[in-house]
């Protein structure tokens, strides 16, 4: 890569870096990990290696978060194409069957429904309205074995705190990158699938982040003369000394 263009990139990567942020737990080989950025919270589980209580478990078929705050509504996401419902009831070893009224007023909800086969990059997405606090949610995940008995034990833990996910953005010849805060929208793009019957309220959708870093215009190939350019003016100065020589004086 041309040196020029690796020291105008550097500080634009590592500024884009910077801004991300994300809560971690890892439990039994398997890896939690939670980022958010405004009323979008996104969960993603890997879970290919697992291991100890969770090594028989096969899928998982309910998953609750609370300790969000206060909200209107909520809409979920998947990539995992999960049928998941929304239930009023907190999640506990038995499902989402718990006492106590979930959703706004107590900052819980719990999805349930059909198996989900366990895997790396499982991406769910939790889109609310009103005010929710998404710093440090506290995530409840129920595995199971092939036959849908319990395997091992409930998964109930705190995230720590997290800071919101913002792309820095990047200037580049006077076009400003990070456009999709500007119209409200979570940087990069997911295809989610929809939970069917999961949306309460009037809730939006979210994406997950990403995004090419564009360098900056003016650097770059154009630098550097092309061989034929070159060729020309060598002619041209080849030229105009066989010029000069036939004009000196003779002595």
């Known amino acids: 890569m041309n040196r020029k263009l ?12 910077g801004s991300a942020s994300a809560g971690v737990l890892t439990l039994n080989g398997v890896v939690f990990t939670t980022t958010y950025t405004g009323n979008v919270l996104t969960l993603e589980i890997d879970a290919a290696n697992r291991s100890g ?14 300790t969000v ?6 809409k979920a996401t998947s990539s995992t194409g999960a049928a998941w419902t929304l239930s009023s009831a907190e999640l506990n070893a038995k ?16 999805y349930s429904g059909g198996k989900i086969d366990l895997a790396d ?3 769910f997405t939790f889109a609310f309205e009103g005010s929710p606090t998404l710093g ?5 995940v129920h595995f199971v074995t092939a036959g849908g008995g319990k395997a091992g034990s409930l998964l109930s833990d705190d995230f720590p705190l997290e800071a919101e996910l913002v792309k820095a953005p990047v200037s580049s010849g006077g076009t400003e990158q990070g456009k999709d805060e500007d ?21 939006g959708g979210g994406a997950s982040a990403g995004g090419p870093v564009i360098p900056p215009t003016g650097i770059g190939a154009g630098d550097v003369p092309e061989p034929a350019t070159l060729a020309i003016l060598g002619a041209g100065l080849a030229g105009l000394c066989a010029a000069r020589r036939r004009k000196r004086p003779q002595a």
């Open 95 to 110: 499902g989402c069957a718990g006492n106590g009224k979930g959703n706004g007023n107590n900052g819980k909800i719990c």
């Open 53 to 66: 209580g969770w090594a028989a478990a096969t899928a998982i078929d309910a998953l609750g978060i609370k």
């Open 183 to 203: 119209k409200g929208e979570t940087p990069g793009s997911l295809d989610p699938v929809l939970m069917p019957g999961t949306e309460q309220g009037g809730a």
């Open 6 to 17: 690796r020291t105008a990139l550097l500080p634009l990567l590592f500024a884009a870096a």
């Open 136 to 140: 440090a949610p506290h995530l409840k």
């Open 121 to 123: 990059n499982m991406v």
């Open 69 to 74: 705050g206060s909200f209107d509504s909520v």
